[in-house]
């Protein structure tokens, strides 16, 4: 009877517990669903680029400090010291891919060392290591992400395997997700302090307990931003998905390779976790990411799923492969600074997968130029401060143009039809009298773009580049029509706004001027070329256009004084009738003294209108002489130029 009871009892006591804990997941996902609603849109790590900073756990923590003797703080420090831009650092709570190593001992649920497996955690000489390292970013205003390889002991070895074996089954009853759970939850309430984020890795053993263990971490951790590492998204064209077949005039490996595109696909993942293509198929520098990858994040930083914007996030290992420092470094920093600008500027975010210096006691520092144990690797540091500098400065300096590499091309690309895509960065505010410019504007093709403006009002287009006409907005077009080899590209268009800025530089000087011409006809007289309306209708009542009889009909303005001319605009009539009247003329700039400074003849109609650089030419008229023996008219005459210097 006393067995019975015992039996009992235990069964009770089993199915107590069981129902406590189920009740406790649920009050966990309750938790994380209130914080996650009350949690703001991920921008935290918007227009930033960051590092990553690799420290070994466990036993491996303890044999790198043995053997090599890293100083992992003093390295952070340098991070702080050397990259004031950097925004965040990506560093470990488990081993990159290697799950059963973590950084800490200390953990809220489990005595790890004494319950599980001692070599799970660093031993008590190297347990403080990662909160001195996690204390110095945060000191700095560094946000911290902490990378968890979620794999269980999968790569453990038999003796700790069976150890955790026989942890959760004597502990879990053999529920070996709960028990990871509650082995995870206990370290994240150990570190939440120092930690804005949580980068999930190898999750497959999760299978479909991930959304509980996402919700886990943020109930442990209320306002931490969460991203995990499954269901990668590729980029595709016409429906499909694109391979790389080559990547070079170089290249001699068969193999061909996907592109990976960083959009979010699960609700585990407040923003883009940013892992490449698999690094075993595609250089971590491929031009592939350049022409589809980044331009997917310019084109918008962020992707909505579930009704919440997540931002786009690229996370690009500077060697041949992940966090390896005897690997070849892909990247220089022309190309390194150009990813930073392309994705920062559009609002997105980019951590470098640099790597740690084992310094001068291994093996192999001779070999790959080891200096420094537990500092950034010297050659990944020079690139990163050349960015940092670059990106302090009050005007950033342009980066280098991409350009597909010779050789270069995509699974069934063939000329003429090889893709292209044009780089148009956003367009800076102006003021009235800024001087021409050429705003940043290139194709991946290497050919020249075509630019277009449409509101000749504000800004038009003068050998290619743009030139300021007056206050407001127009949208800016460049194009670029392709080649024997590349398809035309899509065009990218950028609005340019302009402002008066209170100047009295490159301002139309002809609406203070005296219009005249040769004859006047049907009450088309000359100030109508110069009364600030382009309309071109001459029988809308609106009194915007010009006639002078031919033949040798001309019209001209004084402007009172010599100016410098830039440029004049003549606009033609658009109505249905008489266009081709003005289909050859020639339009003179004249000084004070009546001499010609510039003259050039236009041989097709403007449609609507024609800009003529005049290069700065001085002189107090400009005149319009047709070529023709018809009528003259124009709809408006528009010259933009500053005060002269020089009297004749």
């Given amino acids: 009877m006393k067995e019975i009871i015992l039996l009992r009892d235990a069964f009770f006591e089993s199915r107590l517990i069981s129902q406590m804990k189920k009740a406790m997941t649920l009050l966990f996902i309750l938790i994380a669903f209130t914080v996650s609603a009350q949690q703001p849109e991920t921008d935290w790590l918007a227009g930033e680029w960051g ?19 890293p100083d992992y703080v003093a390295g952070a420090q340098e991070i702080v010291d050397e990259l004031p831009a950097v925004g965040h650092v990506i560093t470990n709570l488990t081993n990159f891919a290697n799950s059963h190593y973590f950084t800490l001992s200390a953990n809220a649920n489990v005595d790890v060392a004494n319950e599980i497996h001692p070599s799970v955690v660093p031993n008590a000489a190297n347990d403080q290591i990662i909160f001195d390292v996690l204390q110095v970013f945060k000191d700095a205003g560094k946000k911290v992400i902490l990378y968890i390889s979620s794999q269980y002991f999968e790569r453990a070895s038999d003796e700790v395997q069976a150890a955790w074996v026989a942890y959760y089954t004597n502990n879990f009853g053999g529920d070996e997700y709960a028990a990871y759970r509650d082995f995870i939850q206990g370290f994240i309430l150990s570190v939440k302090d120092y930690a804005d984020a949580y980068w999930l890795d190898t999750v497959g053993k999760l299978a479909s307990n991930g959304p509980d263990y996402v919700a886990m971490i943020k109930a442990a951790d209320p306002g931490a931003v969460v991203t995990i590492n499954s269901n990668k998204k590729y980029i595709t064209l016409n429906g499909a998905e694109i391979q790389v077949e080559s990547d070079g005039i170089n290249d001699t490996d068969p193999a061909t390779y996907r592109v990976v595109v960083h959009e979010p696909r699960t609700d585990t993942q407040d923003f883009s976790h940013g892992h490449v293509s698999p690094v075993g198929d595609a250089p971590t520098n491929s031009w592939a990411y350049e022409e589809f990858t980044i331009p997917n994040m310019v084109e918008d930083p962020y992707f909505t799923l579930f009704d919440r914007p997540r931002l786009k996030h690229a996370w690009f ?18 190309q390194a600074y150009r990813f930073v600008r392309r994705i920062t ?19 192999a520092a001779a070999q790959w130029g080891y200096t420094t144990a537990g500092h950034m690797m010297p050659d990944e540091m020079a690139i990163m ?20 590499p010779a050789g270069a091309l995509l699974v069934g690309e063939t000329a003429p039809n090889y893709y292209q895509h044009i780089d148009f ?47 407001g907005t127009t949208n800016i077009t460049a194009s670029q029509g392709g080649n024997s080899t590349f398809a035309a590209a899509s065009n990218a268009v950028r609005q340019l706004t302009v402002t008066s800025g209170g100047g009295t530089g490159n301002v139309n000087l002809a609406l203070n001027g005296t219009a005249t011409q040769s004859t006047t006809l049907n009450g088309g007289v000359a100030s109508r070329a110069i009364d600030d309306n382009t309309a071109g209708n001459f029988g809308s009542g609106n009194g915007s256009v010009t006639a002078a009889q031919g033949p040798n009909a001309w019209w001209e303005v004084d402007l009172g004084d010599n100016y410098s001319i830039d440029n004049i605009n003549v606009f033609n009539r658009t109505d ?17 003294s009546g001499t010609t400074t510039y003259t050039q003849t236009i041989t097709t109609a403007p449609n609507p209108s024609v800009t003529l650089d005049a290069g700065g030419a001085i002189g107090q008229v400009v005149r319009i002489q047709s070529n023709l023996t018809t009528t003259l008219n124009l709809a408006e005459v528009e010259v933009y130029g500053s005060q002269s210097n020089t009297n004749t």
């Avoid at 290992?317 to 022309?334: C, Q």
């Fill in 317 to 334: 290992p500077t060697r041949e492969r992940w966090h390896l420092p005897n690997r070849l470094l892909l990247y220089d920093t022309e």
């Fill in 425 to 471: 960065q956003s367009l800076t505010d102006k003021q009235v009298g800024d001087p021409d410019f050429f705003p940043f504007a290139y194709a991946s093709s290497g050919a020249p773009v075509t630019l277009t403006s449409s509101n000749p009002n504000v800004a038009t287009i003068v050998n290619n580049k743009i030139r300021i006409q007056g206050e």
């Fill in 576 to 592: 249905a009738c008489c266009k081709s009247r003005l289909s050859d003329f020639t339009i003179s700039v004249i000084n004070s």
């Fill in 385 to 404: 401060k050349e960015i940092n500098n670059r990106m302090l400065m009050s005007t950033k300096p342009d980066y280098v143009p991409y350009v597909r």
């Fill in 51 to 69: 590092v990553t900073f690799p420290i070994y756990g466990g036993a491996r923590l303890n044999t790198e400090i043995n053997n090599y003797n």
């Fill in 345 to 363: 500027d559009a609002g997105a975010s980019v951590t470098w997968a640099t790597t740690t210096d084992p310094g001068p006691l291994h093996p």
